[in-house]
RNA sequence: GAGCCGUUAGCUCAGAGGUAGAGCCCCUGCCUUUUAAGCAGGUUGUCGCGGGUUCGAUCCCCGCACGGCUCACCA
């Protein structure tokens, strides 16, 4: 037997006496006549004959006790116990099992069920097979797996061992489904939209730039799919919708990815009053689906999804926070001083709009756990709304919060072509004057809405953070299945492999 | 980008200025109803990397790398 300590050598050298027994240690094929769950229910303790079962798993537990073994096998289902008696599987195959299995292996197995002394439903098994054979263990059986980067580079261990990391992506699949399922019912249409994109644009931020080889042209990935969706309105595709990811060339945070999945739909013939109820009735509907109640619990807080939640324009949310009255300091020295003297620095904010939203950030956002519409935006930080008719310096635009964390934004639809080109051209003033994150002039999309868009209702909201409320996870990185992180050159495993490693 | 903390066996972790430990894993033997099986025996480390102080550094000092958390920017 392996003279060597190194687990993955020892492995290989089971791997190669498999090879010498003429066993397939890789065969194609697992034909099982139950999954684990459904060998589980299908025994019978008054049954006059024990029931026969073909199963197939992943060996996760091993005790060999000389002429019997037991062990566990479990499969997407479940787990089930396994019994091989030496009289029952035969000298030559019990011998092979005890020597050549390992934990991690897929195994085959078949026989009859039965209770065992402590009343575990087991396979009497009277015969097993070889299906895939591991070369690398598994993670520790006691600990799991605790090591956080090693949770994230090779999830796969991560949902191996850890019960929580499979069920949260169990759930986020179940949202995202959920999400699906009530936008179509409410008569939305999915579609694709571009990830490459000339002229990136429909949000405030810094993208990757790519290039494309045969067109010898710059691309950048998208930071939002909004100015293609509202083509499709000008197209006649009154309700859209589009699931995908968004690219942000920023920082890396517990709250941030540089690739985060995205929902934004948009309504013709809407304005952000229908969004904020299509909003509240959507998030109440997606977790009495999938949870099973409207009410949540995220980190020791009850939030209340059902509608309808709460409303408060950013002015009065400022004022009561603040005591800052937003429309009495109307130019960025005003507020600086007024927000100065309460202890707040707006000193490096580069006008009226975007001062008002860092105060509010400051000093409203994190109060927000249960559910809110903040509504009502200046105009300068919001350049594709529609402004407030009888207030030119605010738009109709919300963004909602739940538990502290910001969750989704939308707006009543800007649909003036002449507007819009004067929006962009003051965005494009403010990238010379070094906003990295400043909207670049999109003639293109003027264009298309210079044929006429119908009024509408727009919105977009991150799956990520979603996921997070639902699921009670502080950090997106529990969330996404790959989080973004450095390279670690590609060779870092490497290293403990062996140099004589067959490779075919 | 800034601050704090961490990096010791395959895993989870202790450790002291004098050359490294525990439990589990793994290996060998016994064991035909076990389930963190049990009993007996055994192997395993450039103590993250590079400098410095010292007779001597894994331990003290400096720098670096990587990671975690918090903050800043952002969804």
Redesign the pocket.
Known sequence: ??ET?D?RE?RLEKLGRLHELGIDPYPPRAEHSHTVAQALAAFDANASQPTQVTVVGRLV????????T?C?IADGTGRI?L?L????VGQEDYENFR?LI??GDHVWATGTL?Q?????I?V?TSAWRMLSKALR?L?????G??????R?RQRYLDLIANPTARDIFITRSKIVSAIRHTLDGWGFMEVETPVLQPIYGG???RPFTTHHNALDQTFYLRIADELYLKRLIVGGLDRVYEIGH?F?N???????????TVVELYQAYADYEVIMRLVETLYSTVARTVLGTETLSYQGQEIQLTPPWRRVTMRDAILEASGIDIELVRTLPELCTAAESRGLSLASQPNWG?AV??LF??TVEPSLVQPTFVIDYPVDISPLAKKKPGAPHLVERF?FFIGG???G?AFTELNDPIDQRERFAAQVAAGAQGDS?AHPMDEDYIAAMEHGMPPTGGLGF?I??MVMLYTDQ????EVILFPA??D?GGDWQEA?DSPQEPRS
């Open positions: 037997m392996p300590n687990r020892q537990s091993l005790r060999v006790m000389g002429g019997s037991f566990h116990q019994y008696r030496r009289d029952a020597r390992d934990l039965f065992t002394r402590s009343g575990e087991t009497n263990p993670p520790d059986k006691w600990h797996l605790r090591d956080v980067e090693m994230y949000a405030a931020a968004n942000r920023e920082g890396i945070s517990t709250h941030h990815n540089p690739e985060f975007k939203e860092k950030e400051l963004e964390l910001e969750c934004n994150e991150g990520d953070r502080v950090s997106i990185r992180l450095r670690r403990e």
